[in-house]
């Protein structure tokens, strides 16, 4: 059983129903994991007005966002985060569900133009080894014309996936 409330969606009401339908309109769905921010309606917009910087993020398509959150999920085995954003990539982007369970060694073959599969495997080390990032491996990053900030907004998308699985787990959400 859950430690903290999480407001249903059809029981949703003001401004946190204008968070929610924010979602819906945008995403889909309400993801289970991001229901956990309803007992904190400022934490809530707080994490869409995150969600909103990196949609509209210059230098990243939908496609890379979604896919630095299911692989960091896929890596951290957060299994609802995992499936909205596999639902999200089939949804807006038509793609298979051959990336759902695909080694993170096989993630070199996802279908993003050169400078993003750098950024997600960017991404994805940082999340994984923060330790053993080293210089050269911001350099093929800075030659795709990515700058530091866009180095640092692939990080922090990563590590806020790690970030929410903590406080799922903290609060026995889903349960």
Known sequence: MPLIDAVDIQDAQTELEKEYLHFLTDMIEVPEHYRMFSS????????????????????FSFKLVCFIRLMAAHALKFEPCKIF??????????????????????????????????MLLFAIKSLKSPKSIKPRDLEPLRAFGYTDGDILDAAHLAAMVKTEKELFALFKMGK
């Not at 904190?40 to 230098?59: I, P, Q, T, W």
């Not at 807006?92 to 569900?97: F, N, P, Q």
């Not at 990336?99 to 993003?116: G, R």
């Open 40 to 59: 904190s309606v400022g934490l809530m917009k707080a994490r869409r007005g995150l969600e909103d910087y990196y949609l509209s993020h210059s230098k």
């Open 85 to 118: 954003n596999l639902r999200l990539l089939k949804t807006k982007e038509g793609l298979l569900d051959k990336w759902a369970n695909m080694p993170l060694k096989d993630f070199k073959e996802t279908p993003l133009p050169e400078n993003e599969k750098a």
